[in-house]
């Protein structure tokens, strides 16, 4: 009964807990943060997103423990198409246990700050009051916990699924298909929290908010698209 007693006390009130329902009050009454510094908010921000930044490393590498062999398995099959040079050698580190670990954090604090540079960017052509890089970058590090909360139930649904339907395509495809509702959920909430941040903030109207969202996010597709096309 004690230990019953201690969880339920730890679920009602825990640090996660906690930075979640400041994050989204945050979100839903951007003029609190007109009462903080720039750097109080960035320092609040940038506090929340390593505690889910290192909870996902830590749930990740725990539930990878379960799935061992295959992803052993996984990652020489990569190994060989790297050596034969099939693929590139980003793809085999983002696919190949335990390196895909530490290179998620590092390319999401990557795309975070190109990310907050293009923000930065189009506000500066808006010509937009008030403006700075920290305050882009923290908006954006801010909005982006919803997209962190959003792998964490790819996580869990991946840990659970028999190894034999991870071999088999049409179930990853069926999988993919069914866990991409969790990260576009996440990206829609992290859009309409940026928005309404950066309108508050920046005193903007709802078009130049999303204008300030979506150029960032346009030059990603324009690259990607340039990167495919037939030559």
């Known amino acids: 009964m004690k230990i019953l007693k201690t969880m339920k006390l730890f679920f009602s009130d825990n640090i996660f807990r906690r930075e979640i329902k400041y994050t989204i009050s945050l979100h839903l009454s951007p003029k609190e943060i007109s009462h903080l510094s720039e750097t109080d908010f960035f320092k609040s921000t940038i506090k929340t997103h390593l505690i889910f930044l290192i909870l996902y490393v830590v749930i990740n590498f725990t539930l990878s423990l379960f799935n061992l062999t295959y992803l052993i398995e996984y990652s020489e099959i990569m190994r060989g198409l790297l050596a034969e040079g099939k693929v590139s050698l980003l793809m085999y580190v983002l696919n190949s246990f335990p390196y895909n670990l530490f290179a998620f954090g590092f390319l999401l ?115 990607f698209y340039w990167s495919i096309r037939p030559i």
């Open 109 to 223: 604090i990557l795309f975070e700050l190109y990310f907050s540079i293009g923000s930065y960017l189009t506000l500066k052509i808006f010509g937009e009051s008030g403006v700075s890089f920290l305050k882009c970058l923290s908006i954006v590090i801010s909005s982006n916990l919803y997209i962190l909360l959003s792998l964490f139930p790819v996580l869990f649904l991946f840990s659970v699924m028999p190894d034999g339907a991870k071999r088999d395509i049409f179930y990853m495809i069926l999988f993919v298909g069914f866990v991409s509702v969790f990260v576009i959920a996440g990206i829609v909430l992290q859009m309409l929290s940026f928005i309404r941040v950066s309108k508050t903030i920046f005193n903007q109207n709802s078009g130049r908010g999303f204008l300030t969202w979506f150029f960032p996010v346009f030059v990603i597709f324009l690259f």
